[in-house]
């Protein structure tokens, strides 16, 4: 998958390793789970500390 450049992708430095930090509903969480495809639908390019900025200007 793509999770490493994910923008929900966060470090947790207690368990020493990353996860998704999508806050999903037991449904949407499920689906995500079993969905079967290689592709995220949540996915979302982090592009840098400044990819927020970009957009304001």
Known sequence: MEC???WY???D???DEYYCS???DEDEY???M????DKCRYF?????EYDIVKKQN
């Open 4 to 6: 490493e450049n994910c």
């Open 9 to 11: 992708n966060e470090y």
């Open 13 to 15: 430095s207690e368990n």
């Open 22 to 24: 999508l806050e999903l």
């Open 30 to 32: 499920a689906r995500f």
């Open 34 to 37: 079993y969905s079967g495809g």
């Open 44 to 48: 979302r390019p982090y592009n840098g």
